[in-house]
């Protein structure tokens, strides 16, 4: 039994100078062949998946065929995005306990996503949550409003996913940020674009199972080094960088502020398009109802562990060394110099290419979701009058893709340099208060009309763009104006309500008959699912 | 809800507003939303109460219940856990409670 402090000399002789050694930035050997590996795997899959992928059901939704496990881990690797994967265990490495504070609530989402949206949106809905939103409404105001919310959401994420990318690949292989970015863009357009929903699933359950495997070895190896003692790792951590690593800090500053910050994490699951979209997958609202405590259990015990990695890291690793330029600076490369310190440069590499595999299956499902607000919603409902052939239908949706896809790639390099994890938290506002309120009133409430749902759509997506826009982290870091005029870092305290506020008011103002009486067969559908695709 | 619903005839066919108009259907989407209301209270309370506690009480989540382990790295993980557990919950009330009522309503349906 090794003593803290024999553990604390030992560390204190060897660390500084292994990180300084990192292959971090040098292709090796073991990096590239995990890299292409998964490459690899995933266009095979693909390439298989885009036989069976010729009308838009299984384009969109992989005719619905996929099991509710399977939703559960494709869900779980939906989610798990490079911001939870390096952002947070970056977070807990850097300024220690308020990392923690992000992990709950990125989980508590998934409980309310389950009890008030899932087997609704399941019944109600075809490829997009628009569907349920324009169910007994207008359909052409209500899905250009929904895609206009659906697209923001989708950007804002697809932003942060693809700084996470370039940052990563550019520190992985030493290659150029912009190179880094066009080589996800391909690789991600090659699935959604051949393999549509089938292929981007296999991808995001591929990609879920490597990660929690990848996270669990760095759990086990950093607890290792720790007597396998949480309290031993959490004593080093005291040790060298005092008590308050292990308190609650400086980011959620007020009790409103803590709110917001919780409305927008939790509610804004609830308004995610690439996550709604998953529901259409399953055959149905039962199996849609399995796949979210599948989800659930996978996603809560990566957020369980993952602070140990962030913590593990800081000790390690150390702060100072995290913090080089050379690593990044802002921490995400915390968990790959842990990787590499503790097994050497295969499980860096392997650790860099999961990393790797979870930009990919998260941008391809940004990517199909914000393709089908495009091509589904506009194209075929608007334009088309909902009147349009398979083959148009396919052919609008790859376009889409491409556009999309090209977008994607243009924008990681435009917002280069920003925090992934906090650009997330600002997707996550927008969903909360742009698609969620919609959705919800749409689903529960028999007084719900067109203009209700357009307004508090537009309402929730202005006042909440606006709010960042003003708040200090566009403001002051990105505008370098000297103070920001919006004093919080999260609206959605605010943006959601005014959200509710304007749809209830306007839908009592403009009473819709058409609407109400609708919302029978809507109702058998929702808690039935008599008629549904 | 079981009494009403087995003295409910069997064999009549509903129309679609009969069945949404039928003491069942009502009860069942009642059930469904109380269900559900009541666990995301639960949520509720768990989360912000953990969260505003962080936020506020910061000498109380920093008292240590180990050696160094502060009281807040419990509450997190149990913020978790019970979100978890809510949902599991969920589930096993869905599966053995709303679906086969469910299925009964479906079956009163007029093809």
């Known amino acids: 039994m090794l003593q803290p402090g024999a553990i604390m000399q030992s560390l204190l002789s060897t660390a500084p100078a292994a990180p300084m050694e990192s292959t971090l930035g040098k292709p090796t050997a073991a990096s590239i062949g995990f890299f292409f590996a998964i490459v690899l795997v995933t266009l095979v899959i693909t390439y298989f998946a885009a036989r069976k992928t010729k009308t838009s059901s299984e384009f969109y939704a992989a005719g619905r065929s996929v099991s509710a496990l399977q939703n559960g881990f494709a869900l779980a690797g939906d989610y798990m995005s490079a911001a939870s994967f390096l952002g947070i265990s970056g977070m807990v490495a850097l300024s220690g306990y308020d990392g923690m504070i992000y992990a709950t609530g990125w989980l508590v989402g998934w409980p309310a996503l389950m009890f008030l949206v899932a087997e609704p949106l399941r019944n109600l809905g075809k490829f997009t949550f628009a569907d349920v939103v324009a169910f007994r409404l207008r359909n052409r105001p209500v899905r250009i409003a929904a895609a206009i919310g659906g697209i923001l959401t989708v950007l804002f994420y697809t932003i942060a996913q693809m700084v996470g990318s370039g940052s990563l690949i550019a520190l992985m292989f030493g290659l150029k940020y912009e190179y880094a970015e066009i080589i996800v863009g391909a690789v991600m357009l090659a699935y959604v674009l051949f393999g549509g929903m089938l292929a981007t699933t296999w991808v995001q359950i591929i990609k879920a199972g490597l990660l929690l495997v990848g996270v669990t070895l760095l759990t086990a190896l950093t607890l290792s080094k720790f007597n396998w003692s949480p309290t031993e790792l959490y004593s080093q951590v005291v040790a060298k960088y005092g008590p308050t690593a292990l308190q609650p800090g400086g980011i959620v500053a007020s009790p409103i502020e803590a709110v917001s910050l919780g409305l927008a994490l939790m509610f804004g699951l609830l308004g995610l398009p690439h996550i709604l979209m998953r529901f259409y997958t399953v055959p149905d609202a039962k199996a849609a109802r399995k796949s979210v405590l599948y989800a659930t259990g996978l996603i809560g015990y990566f957020y369980v562990i993952i602070p140990i990695v962030g913590f593990g890291a800081s000790v390690l690793v150390s702060r100072d060394t995290i913090k080089l330029p050379a690593f990044g600076g802002g921490g995400n490369m915390a968990a790959p110099l842990l990787a590499e310190l503790l097994g050497g440069t295969a499980f860096l590499g392997f650790i860099a290419a999961v990393a790797f595999a979870t930009i990919l299956a998260v941008v391809a499902g940004l990517t199909l979701a914000g393709a089908s607000a495009y091509s589904h919603d506009i194209y075929v409902s608007v334009i088309k009058g909902g009147h349009a052939t398979e083959e148009e239908q396919v052919k609008a949706a790859k376009i889409a893709t491409v556009v999309f896809g090209v977008a994607a790639v243009g924008l990681g390099i435009l917002f280069k340099g920003q925090n992934v994890a906090f650009m997330v938290g600002l997707a996550f506002a927008i969903a909360a208060s742009a698609n969620f309120p919609a959705l919800l009133m749409s689903i529960t409430w028999k007084r719900f009309t067109t203009q209700g749902a357009v307004w508090s759509i537009l309402v929730g997506a202005l006042s909440s763009c606006t709010m960042i826009l003003l708040s200090k982290t566009v403001w002051v870091d990105v505008l370098k104006f000297e103070n920001a005029i919006f004093p919080m870092k999260n609206p959605a305290i605010f943006s959601m309500t005014a959200a509710f506020g304007v749809g209830i008011v306007v839908s009592l103002l403009t009473p819709e008959k058409e609407a109400q009486e609708k919302f029978e067969e809507e109702k058998l559908r929702t808690y039935l699912g008599v008629g549904a695709e | ?111």
């Open chain 2, 1 to 111: 809800m079981s009494n009403v619903a087995a003295k409910a005839e069997k064999s009549t066919q509903k129309s679609v507003h009969e069945v949404i108009e039928s003491p069942q259907f009502k009860a069942l989407v009642a059930k469904r939303w109380s269900v559900s209301m009541a666990l995301l209270v639960l949520l509720f309370v768990s989360y912000y109460g953990y969260i505003i506690l962080v936020a506020t009480a910061k000498d109380f989540v920093s008292q240590k219940v180990g050696e160094v382990t502060t009281l807040a790295i419990p509450l997190g993980i149990a913020a978790i856990v019970l979100a978890w557990a809510l949902t599991a919950f969920y589930v096993a009330w869905a599966n053995k409670s709303y679906d086969p009522e469910v299925e009964r309503l479906k079956g009163q349906l007029k093809h």
